[in-house]
Structure formats: C-alpha cells, structure tokens
C-alpha cells in the first residue's frame, strides 16, 4: 500500500456532481503529503499539543488511503470510506471523532480560499452516548489518600504529594508532570499550571496538600540536581504521564482499593465533590480550565443522587405527611 503521507503527486479522481469546486481550478492538485504539513504546521500554529496533532495525522491518514488528491474529494467519497470504515468494524465513537478531523481539516481549505464548500460539512453528526466520567466518592478519595501503601521513602512521599495535588488543585496529569518548582509558592498556597493551548492558570493548594509538598521539597534537593521538575524520578529526572500512572495504580492496588484509579480519577472527583459542596459551576470550570462550562456540566449528572438525598431529607414537600409532620 503507497505511503499517504508520501509526496508524490496523486491523479484526481473522476469528477463527481457533488465535488466541491477548488478555487482557482487552474492550479495544480495539492497532494496529501503538502495538504497535511501545512494543516499540521496550523495546529501546531494554534498551540494544539503534539498528541492532539498526532490523533489528526492518524485520522486523516485512513482517509488518505482510499486515494485521490485531498482537495478534489467530494462527499460522496467520504461517506463510501465511512462505510468502508465501519464495515471493517471501526466503533461508531472512532467514526464520530473522524467525521470530526475531517471537517476541521477540509474547513481549513475553505479558510484558506482553496475550496469553495466544505465536503465533510453534510456527514452526519450521530449524537454520542453522553459517558459519566468516572470518580470516586469522597470517602474513597480520603481513604486512597490518606493510605501509606508503600513505605515512607523518598519516592512513597513523592507520589503522595503528586496524588494530593491531583485531587486538591484537579489539574490535568499533563499540567501535573509539567510543573517546575517554580510555579509553586507555599507562601500563598497556589500553583500556577500551563494547560491546554497554552494557557495558565493559577490554582490554590489545599491544606493537606501543601503539607505533602512540605514533606517532599527536602527529599526533592537529594535527587533533582539542576533539573527544574517538581515531581522527578529517583535518577533526578522529570516524570512522564505514563509513570504517575503506573505509580498511582500500584498505590490504589497495596492500599486494597477494589478499582483501577487513573489520574484523571482524581481529577473528575476534584470537580464533582467541589461542585457537590459549593454549586458553583463557573468557578469549577475556571479550576479544570476549561474554555466553555458545557464541558463542566457533565459533573452535574453525577452529583444527581446526591441531591435527590438532599431533596429526599430537606424539601417539606418530599416527606410522607404521616411521618413528616404535624
């Protein structure tokens, strides 16, 4: 099979009633290898992170094999290789997150005067199963939390602070294994985190937290050396995502926890125990930093029970009258 990202120059295909004209028509087919530097070259432009860019690339690279210069696709090509997708047995979740990158990178040719009409624009849009995200109460928060599982050594009280840092601030593993000993000040009990596109934010350290941080920085010096990471290995190096991960699922593990705990566990139960206890969402969405409070409001349907208990408990009208009362 040709390489898709190959740059050599690929004959149009026969032209469709639905193709989308390319503007000006007197140029030559921009092939697939120069059509996806240069949308790559505009995401790396709009400070999107190289696993996002790399999820593009993939993307776009299943649509490159059916063939056929990028900008001469119509929609009918693109709905015969959603077909051909999900005849191979792609989950309607990974066609949805396709459909997706295909819009954006065929809207990025329109941007750019290169084509008239967007062909991706009239693939359908299925609405998705909205998934819960997946957290912890707040007692199996503290309890995970609160365990030694392995040992007070240097490391055993790195991961503490690390996992303390997760649930008090709820930031991104990400913004966690980004962290500099600079962007911490203890004085004033807040960190500050660079998030998506760039981005910062300042976060408050909770209590519990900025004790555990208190009990690493010393342990810290013996290791760091001149590397700049807050959180780093036992050869002094900065920890990778992929590490805190392992480090929190063997903890969960030793501590007898009954569920595989994930970083981004603790992050979701940071937004949902917060917006449990204080109802406030637009501060919520300010913590997790995101850019619009849609993607907040789903920690609202998981604080569902826990209202109806409030309700069940507190509204006058909830109560039976013969046990309510008089």
């Given amino acids: 099979m040709p390489d898709p990202f190959d740059s050599s120059d690929h004959p149009p295909p026969p032209a469709a009633p639905d193709r989308a004209e390319t503007v000006p028509p007197n140029e030559p087919p921009l092939d697939w290898g120069a059509a996806l530097a240069r949308f790559d070259a505009m995401l790396a432009q709009a400070g999107k992170s ?155 350290v909770g209590r519990v937290a900025r004790e555990a941080l208190l009990e690493w920085l010393p342990l810290r010096g013996t290791l760091a050396g001149d590397t700049a990471a807050l959180f780093v290995s036992r050869r002094g190096a900065r920890l990778t995502g992929r590490q805190v991960q392992k480090r929190l699922a063997q903890w969960a593990l030793a501590a007898g926890h009954p569920r595989h705990v994930h970083p981004h566990m603790l992050r979701h139960s940071f937004a949902s125990h917060l917006l449990q206890s204080s109802g406030d969402l637009r501060a919520v969405q300010e913590l997790l930093g995101h850019t619009s409070v849609a993607a907040t409001q789903i920690y609202t349907s998981l604080d569902y029970q826990h209202l109806a208990n409030v309700y069940d408990t507190t509204h006058p009208r909830a109560h039976d009258e013969t046990n309510g009362g008089d």
């Fill in 50 to 204: 190289l696993h996002t860019r790399d999820a593009y690339r993939r993307d776009l690279a299943q649509l490159a094999e059916a063939g056929g210069a990028p900008l001469e696709l119509s929609s009918t090509d693109l709905v015969a290789r959603q077909m051909a997708l999900k005849a191979a047995g792609l989950a309607e979740k990974s066609l949805a997150r396709k459909r997706s990158a295909w819009r954006r990178f065929f809207q990025f040719w329109v941007d750019e005067g290169l084509l008239s009409a967007n062909p991706a624009a009239t693939l359908p849009r299925r609405r998705q199963p909205k998934r819960l995200p997946k957290s912890l109460s707040v007692d199996d928060a503290c309890a995970l939390l609160d365990a030694r599982p392995v040992g007070d050594d240097a490391l055993a009280v790195r991961d503490r602070a690390m996992f303390e840092m997760l649930y008090s601030c709820g930031m991104r593993l990400s913004e966690l294994v980004g962290l500099d000993l600079a962007d911490l000040d203890l004085v004033e009990a807040e960190v500050r985190v660079l998030g998506k596109s760039h981005k910062e934010r300042l976060l408050p």
